[in-house]
């Protein structure tokens, strides 16, 4: 349609890649429920996260056409100014949406390059400015802060917040005279529920993120290992490893796991097998550090599971809604607690936390003023 405006988008990694989790599905989301409005193009790295070796049977440095947008895949010679400044020069597009904060070449030189354009200009932090985020090598991320500010890039952006915590994490950083707009991350069409088997004294939890020490995996094995001898765990780790060194601590805890526990390492799922392992999982355990919004949360509700997670994200109450707990990180006796009880419940007690995970998630994804919020960050 010819009357319809254009956005660029600029993520470090997109599909096919999975490995990045959370920020894959926020773009691709974007596009499923926007594309009919928008003409939306993505630029994007050339490899999945983590990895040396670029995508196979991809052409890179030149525009892909996609069923709903159109994507280029970039090597490293391409992700500087000079070519940005060809997209932005031919482009013809009315917005550009950047997809992190602390991404050098997605989105700190784009933006330098575009910063005297026409182009109106969004920047999703993604919770990055948490300061569960921000206590993770503090002094780059305070320096990089301090740059940006210094030259004025927080007042040249619409700021998307995904929840009203992220919007005060944002004005903490950079002041509150600031364009911040709230608008929840869109979520996938969710599948029918289905039931789950579930025995008294038996649970099937899972860490679902990558592994690095923002998510704390560490921790969530800790808390699994302290669980009573009475009960019978198996425990999945789903997520590629990001910090290899944080991988090694948390593989030498395994090692240490009693008898009653069993772990399994899944490693990287991409998105669409998703549904079908989580199917036979029980609860999601995510003692994280920080979320702004945590795409995998949602994802469990969706697909039937509990969560316990701490209280480092933006969903809270969550016992009294029966769809799990939310925890103080250092409150390792009530992780355990919570585990216990959802492992010694019957078959119909889980049902009920179960399908109350899913209906909150599938009342939560279909509010029409999700939509209808994004639209808004680029009005």
Same mark, same amino acid.
């Given at each position: 349609?010819?009357n319809?405006e254009?956005?660029l988008i600029f ?5 096919p /890649?999975?490995?990045?989790g /959370?920020p ?8 499923h429920?926007?594309?009919v409005?928008?003409n939306i193009?993505?630029v994007?790295s050339?490899?999945d ?8 049977d ?8 996609k069923?709903?947008?159109r *994507?280029i895949?970039?090597d490293e010679?391409h992700?500087? %100014? ?5 997209l932005f020069n031919?482009g013809?597009?009315?917005y550009?949406?950047?997809n992190s904060?602390?991404?050098?070449k997605f ?5 330098w390059?575009c910063?005297n354009?026409?182009?109106?200009r969004?920047?999703?932090?993604r919770g990055m400015? &948490?300061? &569960?985020?921000? #206590? *993770?090598?503090?002094?780059?991320k305070?320096?990089f802060?301090a740059l940006?500010k210094l030259k004025g890039?927080?007042?040249k952006?619409?700021?998307? #917040?995904?929840s009203a915590?992220e919007k005060?994490?944002?004005i ?6 600031? $364009?911040i =707009?709230i608008?929840p991350?869109?979520s996938s069409k969710m599948k029918p529920y289905?039931a ?5 004294n038996?649970?099937?939890v899972?860490? @679902?993120s =990558?592994? #690095?020490l923002k998510?704390n995996?560490?921790k ?5 290992f302290k669980? $009573?001898? %009475?009960q019978n765990?198996?425990f %999945?780790?789903?997520g590629p490893?990001?910090e290899?060194?944080?991988?090694e ?9 009693p008898k009653?526990i069993? !772990?399994?390492?899944l &490693?990287?799922i991409?998105?669409?097998k998703l549904k079908?392992? @989580?199917?036979n999982?029980h ?6 550090m920080h979320?702004?919004? /945590?795409?995998?949360?949602m994802e469990?509700?969706?697909? /039937?599971?509990?969560?316990i997670?701490?209280?480092q994200?933006?969903?809270i109450?969550l016992k009294i809604?029966?769809?799990?707990? $939310? ?8 992780? !355990?607690?919570?585990?216990?009880h959802f492992s010694?419940?019957?078959a119909?007690?889980?049902k009920v936390?179960?399908? %109350?995970a899913?209906n909150? #998630?599938?009342?939560f994804?279909?509010?029409?003023e999700?939509v209808s ?7």
């Open positions: 349609m010819p319809k254009n956005i993520i470090d990694w997109f599909l /890649g999975y490995k990045a /959370g894959i599905q926020s773009v691709n989301n974007i596009v429920h926007l594309h409005d928008y193009s993505i994007t050339n490899k996260l983590g990895e040396e070796l670029p995508y196979n991809i052409e890179f440095n030149t525009w892909q056409i069923e709903n947008y *994507i895949y970039l010679t992700q500087q %100014s000079k070519f940005y400044g060809e031919l013809n597009f009315n550009v949406y950047f904060l602390f991404s050098i989105t700190l030189l784009p933006l390059t910063k354009t026409a182009i109106k969004v920047l999703a932090p400015v &948490g300061k &569960g985020a921000l #206590a *993770i090598k503090p002094l780059k305070k320096l802060i940006f890039l927080h007042k952006v619409v700021w998307h #917040a995904t915590l005060e994490e944002i903490n950083q950079f002041g509150a005279d600031l $364009d =707009r608008a991350n869109l289905k789950k088997h579930k025995e008294e038996h649970l099937n899972f860490f @679902l =990558r592994i #690095a998510k995996l560490l969530a094995l800790e808390f699994v669980t $009573d001898s %009475s765990i198996n %999945s780790i789903i490893v990001d290899t060194e944080y991988w601590s948390c593989e030498a805890f395994i090692k240490q796991m009653h069993a !772990v399994n390492y &490693g990287a991409p998105n669409y079908d392992v @989580l199917q999982q609860v999601l355990l995510l003692p994280t979320e702004n919004f /945590g795409h995998v949360i469990s509700w969706q697909n /039937g599971c509990a969560v997670i701490s209280d994200t933006p969903w109450d809604k029966h769809i799990g707990y $939310d925890i103080p990180i250092a409150g390792t006796e009530n992780f !355990v607690k919570a585990i216990h010694e419940m019957k119909d007690d889980f936390w179960s399908k %109350s899913y909150f #998630a599938e009342t994804t279909q509010k029409p999700l919020d994004t639209k808004k960050l680029f009005k």
